[in-house]
């Protein structure tokens, strides 16, 4: 099992929506549970084969113990560099949890109203305002005819 990326962009969340976060830290955490699984079996590996070198060593199996070395070095510097990638991927988890809560904390993003506005016109085009300037007109044309009369009762 490897490590999702090697780059330094791999924190890089802050612009991904909440939902896609959550899925990028889980497949840091799922991914990091798997090496765990893979260290747990090889040190039950490890113990297997100091076993059989113990036991060719106590036969006198030169050959044996030689073979059982053999294969100890090698699971564990296998050991070893799984050890470092999980270091690394705690340390990336650790970061990316905080960043999530961070991005959970957020309030959804503020709506400019007026480029939503200018933007829904330049969609739908400019507004019919033949009604508006019609009853404006007729406001004005009741408003005319009240001081008409008005002034006609002041005489």
Not at 75 to 93: A, D, G, P, T
Not at 138 to 155: D, I, S, T, Y
Request: proline share 1%.
């Amino acid at each position: 099992m490897g490590v999702i990326s090697a780059g330094s962009n791999d924190l890089d969340i802050d612009r991904l929506p909440c939902k896609d976060a959550e899925q990028y830290v889980l497949s840091f955490i799922t991914t990091l549970k798997g090496i765990e699984g893979e260290l747990k079996n090889l040190d039950r590996e490890l113990e297997l084969w100091r076993g059989r070198a113990h036991l060719a060593e106590k036969n006198q199996e030169v050959q044996l113990v030689l073979i059982a070395k053999k294969k100890i070095g090698e699971l564990q510097e296998k050991n070893s560099q799984l050890e470092l990638e999980q270091k690394s991927l705690r340390l990336k988890v650790s970061v990316l949890k905080e960043k999530l809560k961070s991005i959970r904390n957020q309030p959804a993003a503020a709506v400019n109203t007026d480029e939503l506005l200018q933007k829904m016109k330049m969609l739908a085009g400019e507004e019919d305002k033949t009604l508006e300037k019609i009853e404006d007109l007729e406001a004005q044309q009741a408003l005319e005819e009240l001081k008409r009369r008005l002034k006609e009762e002041n005489r």
